[in-house]
């Protein structure tokens, strides 16, 4: 599981003394951009994330997400710091990928940010973004209770059954963040020889299963913006194809302790699965859908944990429970 983003406060340094940038603003909003603040620097320096207040306007201010990689990176071809810089910079294509081709899709029972516009320039990527906490989900929480979970389980079945058999065109192949095609590095600096030997046997299970759909690919809690009684879900740049389960997994492990997992998972797998039911279009089989996936939910955690265990094997994520996921998928 990937730390937080780092926060940043205080103005942007550059956005609005930018001619360019202000009319790229003024030109897919309508409003004239007034003041800014920077919420928080991406995840390795890659850029910045700037609320946009405006006037004239029929929103009151907007989200601008900046992508600028670092200048003159000399990196060796083949090094661990070259495959993550290439992995962050196709991320970023994924996600100008979905918000110009996928995001329109979505429905209110998986809501995302609306898109004004998503470009490539020549020195990175820019998002125009709906600001979601000016549209009602302000709420960004640590600790979730039943009803907040359940409520980004409500998400994960919308988004799942949405696109359920699409293929990912633009999008990863495989979607996730620590998904084995990307991580051989990690793949490498896994000790457990267990498990290393079951992480492509674990891939190939989770690729091969009958039923796929888009995962989000980073459904950690910190990604979610809470409302009254629904969430919103932000950061696109891992969707892909794939199991539902890697998303569920991956969500449980971000908002319960092992002995809350011990306790309370399989209970949230049947309030995930309830969900689903909803969503899912009559003409699919559910109940094959339902027996494959519940099937591979052990697979999915274990999938998770090959790559937490290469990564940051003391990680808290890798307790009991995770270990009892694993031991039951290796069976």
């Given amino acids: 599981m990937r730390g937080r983003k780092k926060k940043a406060a205080g103005r942007s340094k550059d956005l609005l003394s930018d001619p360019a940038a202000v009319g790229w603003i003024q030109r897919h909003t309508g409003g004239k951009p007034d003041d800014d603040d920077r919420l928080q620097s991406l995840w390795g320096g890659y850029g910045e994330i700037v609320r946009v207040h405006l006037e004239d306007s029929d929103v009151s201010s907007v989200i601008v997400k900046r992508v600028n990689p670092p200048a003159q990176m000399k990196l060796r071809r083949g090094s661990p710091e070259h495959a993550s810089h290439q992995r962050k910079l196709r991320s970023y294509d994924v996600e100008q990928a979905f918000y110009s ?23 990175g990527w820019r998002f ?22 359940a409520h980004c389980l409500r998400w994960l079945a919308s988004f799942h059954a949405t696109f359920l058999g ?60 809470f409302g009254a009684d629904s969430v919103a879900a932000v950061d696109f740049q891992y969707v892909g194809g794939g199991c539902g389960m890697k998303d569920v997994a991956y969500f449980l492990s971000s908002c319960l302790s092992d ?41 999915a955690w274990a999938d998770f944990h090959r790559f937490l265990a290469g990564w940051a094997p003391g990680h808290w994520p890798i307790h009991r429970y995770t270990r009892q996921m694993t031991q039951e998928a290796l069976r």
């Fill in 101 to 123: 081709g996928w995001s329109a899709r979505t429905p209110a029972s998986c809501r995302t940010p609306r898109c004004y516009a998503a470009d490539k320039t020549g020195g």
């Fill in 259 to 299: 002995a809350q997992c011990e306790a309370e998972a399989p209970y949230h797998l049947d309030t995930y699965f309830s969900f689903l039911r909803e969503y899912v279009e009559a003409s699919v089989d559910m109940h094959a859908l339902e027996d494959e996936w519940r099937g591979l939910y052990p697979a």
């Fill in 128 to 149: 125009l973004l709906e600001d979601l906490d000016a549209s009602g989900f302000a709420g960004r929480l640590a600790h979730l209770d039943g009803a907040q979970i």
């Fill in 166 to 225: 699409e293929t990912p065109k633009g999008l990863w192949k495989t979607g996730t963040y620590w998904h084995l095609g990307t991580r051989a590095v990690e793949l490498a600096a896994l000790t457990d020889p267990q498990l290393k030997a079951a992480a492509r046997p674990l891939d190939a299970a989770l690729n091969a299963c009958r039923f796929q759909t888009f995962v989000h690919g980073d459904a950690k809690t910190e990604n979610f913006c």
